[in-house]
Protein backbone atom coordinates (compact mmCIF):
# COMPACT_ATOMS: atom_id res chain seq x y z
CA UNK A 1 0.00 0.00 0.00
CA UNK A 2 1.87 2.99 -1.26
CA UNK A 3 0.64 6.33 0.70
CA UNK A 4 3.27 8.43 -1.73
CA UNK A 5 2.69 7.92 -5.38
CA UNK A 6 4.87 9.42 -8.28
CA UNK A 7 3.26 8.02 -11.06
CA UNK A 8 5.78 9.13 -13.59
CA UNK A 9 8.96 7.22 -13.11
CA UNK A 10 10.52 9.75 -15.86
CA UNK A 11 10.55 13.24 -17.31
CA UNK A 12 12.21 14.84 -19.89
CA UNK A 13 12.02 18.61 -20.95
CA UNK A 14 13.94 21.30 -23.00
CA UNK A 15 16.26 23.19 -21.21
CA UNK A 16 14.85 26.56 -20.06
CA UNK A 17 11.31 25.03 -20.08
CA UNK A 18 8.93 24.18 -17.04
CA UNK A 19 9.94 21.35 -15.34
CA UNK A 20 6.16 19.81 -13.66
CA UNK A 21 6.69 16.97 -11.23
CA UNK A 22 3.78 15.68 -9.89
CA UNK A 23 3.17 13.19 -6.89
CA UNK A 24 -0.02 12.27 -5.04
CA UNK A 25 -0.96 10.85 -1.18
CA UNK A 26 -3.36 8.63 0.13
CA UNK A 27 -2.92 9.26 3.83
CA UNK A 28 -5.01 12.17 5.29
CA UNK A 29 -2.71 12.40 8.26
CA UNK A 30 0.07 13.90 6.23
CA UNK A 31 0.38 17.25 7.24
CA UNK A 32 4.25 17.96 6.11
CA UNK A 33 5.52 17.43 2.17
CA UNK A 34 9.06 17.77 1.18
CA UNK A 35 10.89 17.36 -1.81
CA UNK A 36 14.59 15.64 -2.37
CA UNK A 37 16.75 15.72 -5.50
CA UNK A 38 19.13 12.77 -6.25
CA UNK A 39 22.19 12.95 -8.21
CA UNK A 40 23.79 9.19 -8.80
CA UNK A 41 26.28 8.41 -6.18
CA UNK A 42 25.09 10.77 -3.59
CA UNK A 43 22.57 10.89 -1.08
CA UNK A 44 19.30 12.78 -1.52
CA UNK A 45 19.23 15.92 -0.61
CA UNK A 46 16.45 19.00 0.53
CA UNK A 47 15.15 20.93 -2.02
CA UNK A 48 11.89 22.50 -0.75
CA UNK A 49 8.90 21.77 1.45
CA UNK A 50 5.42 22.78 2.38
CA UNK A 51 3.30 22.75 5.26
CA UNK A 52 -0.26 21.82 4.81
CA UNK A 53 -1.53 25.32 6.42
CA UNK A 54 0.04 26.83 2.88
CA UNK A 55 -0.95 25.96 -0.42
CA UNK A 56 2.21 26.94 -2.14
CA UNK A 57 5.97 27.89 -0.97
CA UNK A 58 8.51 29.14 -3.15
CA UNK A 59 12.16 29.49 -3.57
CA UNK A 60 14.20 30.58 -6.41
CA UNK A 61 13.09 28.55 -10.05
CA UNK A 62 11.13 25.64 -7.58
CA UNK A 63 7.84 26.10 -6.58
CA UNK A 64 5.45 23.86 -4.49
CA UNK A 65 2.40 23.63 -5.17
CA UNK A 66 -0.35 21.80 -2.41
CA UNK A 67 -3.80 20.56 -3.27
CA UNK A 68 -5.51 19.33 -0.08
CA UNK A 69 -8.60 18.03 -1.30
CA UNK A 70 -6.98 16.29 -4.45
CA UNK A 71 -4.31 15.09 -1.69
CA UNK A 72 -1.99 16.31 -4.53
CA UNK A 73 1.42 18.35 -4.67
CA UNK A 74 3.35 19.40 -7.58
CA UNK A 75 7.06 20.70 -8.17
CA UNK A 76 7.83 23.31 -10.74
CA UNK A 77 11.13 23.88 -11.79
CA UNK A 78 11.43 26.70 -13.94
CA UNK A 79 13.45 27.46 -15.94
CA UNK A 80 14.83 24.37 -16.11
CA UNK A 81 18.25 23.76 -16.59
CA UNK A 82 20.53 20.67 -17.37
CA UNK A 83 21.99 20.97 -13.74
CA UNK A 84 18.21 19.93 -12.73
CA UNK A 85 18.85 15.89 -14.37
CA UNK A 86 18.49 13.77 -11.68
CA UNK A 87 15.72 11.65 -9.62
CA UNK A 88 13.33 13.46 -7.91
CA UNK A 89 11.62 12.30 -4.54
CA UNK A 90 8.57 13.37 -3.24
CA UNK A 91 8.40 13.23 0.99
CA UNK A 92 5.76 13.19 3.36
CA UNK A 93 5.36 13.62 7.47
CA UNK A 94 2.63 13.47 9.34
CA UNK A 95 2.83 15.37 13.17
CA UNK A 96 4.27 13.70 16.08
CA UNK A 97 7.22 12.23 15.35
CA UNK A 98 6.55 9.95 12.38
CA UNK A 99 9.00 9.37 9.84
CA UNK A 100 9.00 10.67 6.69
CA UNK A 101 7.25 8.07 3.72
CA UNK A 102 9.14 8.23 -0.10
CA UNK A 103 7.50 8.13 -3.28
CA UNK A 104 9.42 5.91 -5.83
CA UNK A 105 11.05 9.23 -7.33
CA UNK A 106 11.02 10.89 -11.17
CA UNK A 107 14.11 10.83 -12.96
CA UNK A 108 13.96 13.91 -14.84
CA UNK A 109 16.43 15.29 -18.06
CA UNK A 110 16.79 18.23 -18.96
CA UNK A 111 17.91 18.34 -22.85
CA UNK A 112 20.08 21.56 -23.68
CA UNK B 1 30.78 21.60 8.95
CA UNK B 2 31.33 17.99 8.00
CA UNK B 3 28.40 15.99 6.43
CA UNK B 4 26.89 12.64 7.08
CA UNK B 5 29.54 9.92 6.36
CA UNK B 6 28.87 6.39 5.86
CA UNK B 7 31.34 3.33 5.93
CA UNK B 8 31.78 1.46 3.87
CA UNK B 9 30.58 2.79 0.55
CA UNK B 10 30.24 -0.26 -0.83
CA UNK B 11 29.90 -3.94 -0.05
CA UNK B 12 29.83 -7.70 -1.65
CA UNK B 13 28.60 -10.29 0.56
CA UNK B 14 27.42 -13.56 0.05
CA UNK B 15 23.48 -15.55 1.06
CA UNK B 16 23.68 -15.82 4.62
CA UNK B 17 26.47 -13.99 5.35
CA UNK B 18 25.78 -11.12 8.09
CA UNK B 19 26.76 -7.20 7.38
CA UNK B 20 27.31 -3.93 9.38
CA UNK B 21 27.34 -0.49 8.26
CA UNK B 22 28.22 2.02 9.71
CA UNK B 23 27.06 5.91 9.42
CA UNK B 24 28.12 9.07 11.39
CA UNK B 25 25.48 12.16 11.66
CA UNK B 26 26.15 15.82 11.65
CA UNK B 27 27.58 16.99 14.53
CA UNK B 28 24.88 17.67 17.02
CA UNK B 29 22.36 15.80 15.76
CA UNK B 30 20.51 13.34 17.79
CA UNK B 31 18.53 11.54 15.06
CA UNK B 32 19.54 8.78 12.86
CA UNK B 33 17.37 7.61 10.41
CA UNK B 34 18.27 4.38 7.75
CA UNK B 35 16.55 4.00 4.82
CA UNK B 36 16.81 1.16 2.17
CA UNK B 37 16.88 2.05 -1.74
CA UNK B 38 16.10 -0.02 -4.63
CA UNK B 39 15.03 0.81 -8.00
CA UNK B 40 11.81 -0.41 -7.89
CA UNK B 41 10.55 0.86 -4.78
CA UNK B 42 12.09 4.08 -4.19
CA UNK B 43 13.28 5.02 -0.53
CA UNK B 44 11.56 2.80 2.04
CA UNK B 45 12.07 3.40 6.45
CA UNK B 46 14.22 0.98 8.12
CA UNK B 47 14.51 3.06 11.39
CA UNK B 48 15.27 6.09 13.26
CA UNK B 49 17.23 6.38 16.69
CA UNK B 50 16.86 9.44 18.86
CA UNK B 51 19.43 9.55 21.84
CA UNK B 52 20.01 6.18 21.49
CA UNK B 53 16.06 5.25 21.50
CA UNK B 54 14.46 3.82 18.24
CA UNK B 55 11.60 5.75 18.09
CA UNK B 56 10.27 4.14 14.88
CA UNK B 57 10.49 1.90 13.09
CA UNK B 58 9.88 0.38 9.41
CA UNK B 59 7.94 -2.81 8.26
CA UNK B 60 11.38 -4.77 8.05
CA UNK B 61 11.92 -8.51 9.02
CA UNK B 62 13.78 -8.57 12.22
CA UNK B 63 16.84 -9.74 10.71
CA UNK B 64 17.43 -6.07 10.11
CA UNK B 65 18.69 -3.82 13.65
CA UNK B 66 20.10 -1.26 14.63
CA UNK B 67 21.73 0.81 17.51
CA UNK B 68 22.68 4.32 17.99
CA UNK B 69 25.63 4.80 20.44
CA UNK B 70 25.99 8.10 22.81
CA UNK B 71 27.73 10.39 20.35
CA UNK B 72 25.10 9.69 17.97
CA UNK B 73 26.58 7.62 15.91
CA UNK B 74 24.89 4.82 14.16
CA UNK B 75 24.68 1.09 12.99
CA UNK B 76 22.50 -1.24 11.15
CA UNK B 77 23.15 -4.85 10.99
CA UNK B 78 21.62 -7.08 8.45
CA UNK B 79 22.08 -11.24 9.40
CA UNK B 80 21.38 -14.05 7.25
CA UNK B 81 21.90 -12.10 3.94
CA UNK B 82 19.18 -12.41 0.76
CA UNK B 83 19.47 -11.53 -2.45
CA UNK B 84 16.80 -8.91 -2.13
CA UNK B 85 19.29 -7.20 0.59
CA UNK B 86 21.06 -6.00 -2.53
CA UNK B 87 20.55 -2.15 -2.09
CA UNK B 88 21.59 1.20 -1.59
CA UNK B 89 21.09 1.95 2.67
CA UNK B 90 21.42 5.44 3.38
CA UNK B 91 21.45 6.93 6.60
CA UNK B 92 19.99 10.56 7.37
CA UNK B 93 20.46 13.04 10.14
CA UNK B 94 18.81 15.93 11.72
CA UNK B 95 18.26 18.22 15.30
CA UNK B 96 15.50 16.65 15.59
CA UNK B 97 11.69 15.98 14.06
CA UNK B 98 11.83 16.94 10.25
CA UNK B 99 7.92 17.61 10.02
CA UNK B 100 8.59 19.94 12.90
CA UNK B 101 11.27 21.75 10.13
CA UNK B 102 14.43 20.27 10.96
CA UNK B 103 16.25 19.53 7.86
CA UNK B 104 17.08 15.72 7.40
CA UNK B 105 20.78 15.49 5.45
CA UNK B 106 21.42 12.08 3.98
CA UNK B 107 24.90 10.79 3.58
CA UNK B 108 26.10 9.22 0.23
CA UNK B 109 24.86 5.55 0.97
CA UNK B 110 26.45 2.05 1.28
CA UNK B 111 25.82 0.16 -2.00
CA UNK B 112 25.38 -3.62 -0.50
CA UNK B 113 25.57 -6.22 -3.08
CA UNK B 114 24.53 -9.67 -1.96
CA UNK B 115 25.56 -12.85 -4.06
Known amino acids: DQQVKQNSPSLSVQEGRISILNCDYTNSMFDYFLWYKKYPAEGPTFLISISSIKDKNEDGRFTVFLNKSAKHLSLHIVPSQPGDSAVYFC???????????FGKGTRLSVIA | KAGVTQTPRYLIKTRGQQVTLSCSPISGHRSVSWYQQTPGQGLQFLFE???????NKGNFPGRFSGRQFSNSRSEMNVSTLELGDSALYLCASSLGDVAGGNEQFFGPGTRLTVL
Open chain 1, 91 to 101: AASAMGNTPLV
Open chain 2, 49 to 55: YFSETQR
